[in-house]
């Protein structure tokens, strides 16, 4: 069976000298790859919907740590995004070759996204690009170290297995004078 797994995680940072008193911004983009977001189809939707199964819920967290040995968190964030399933006339979404279609909604942030694509739908949900934002003045002066931890989880559904994945990115440097 094919796994799920965290790629593409990267960080990048605004600049590289902060003063103590500006803000430090952190973008932190990955996705989530393998069994998952292969089952995610339009046909597995259909499926899932006529068994009442319309509400995939998925938890993701990302911590921002500083720090060699004893690492300290900076910045966390522990959120989730959601997809309804619905059942739609709208002659967007609606595939002239068939009589009725069911669709997905997400939501990111409660901000809701309809897609008009498989592909669209699959990036709106399992993408993620978070800008994070602390206070430079929380690390002090000199030169830090920021890594961040990420990791995302299910429930089971009729297209999923319940599971959990995590991964760690490669630190970046910045310097707060």
Known sequence: MNKNFISNLEL?????????????????????????RD?????????AYEKYDNLFKLKYG??????????HEVKVVDTYR???LFWTRNP???NPMKEKRVWVQVAKNF?????LSEDEVKQELFDFDENLVFKASELGSGNHKIGAEVYVSWQ???????????EHANEIEIKIN
């Not at 990302?62 to 690492?71: A, D, M």
């Not at 901000?111 to 897609?115: G, K, L, M």
């Not at 297209?159 to 995590?166: F, H, I, R, T």
Request: aromatic share 10%; hydrophobic share 35%.
């Open 111 to 115: 901000e809701p996204f309809i897609r």
């Open 156 to 166: 089971k559904h009729d297209y999923a297995e319940p599971d959990n994945v995590k």
């Open 82 to 84: 959601k997809a309804s």
């Open 92 to 94: 967007k979404l609606v």
């Open 39 to 47: 089952s995610f189809t339009e046909e597995n939707w259909t499926k």
């Open 12 to 36: 990048t940072k605004s600049k590289n000298d902060f003063a103590k008193n500006d803000d430090v911004s952190v973008n932190v983009k990955f996705s989530l790859k393998g069994a998952l």
């Open 62 to 71: 990302i911590k921002l740590v500083s720090g060699g040995l004893r690492k």
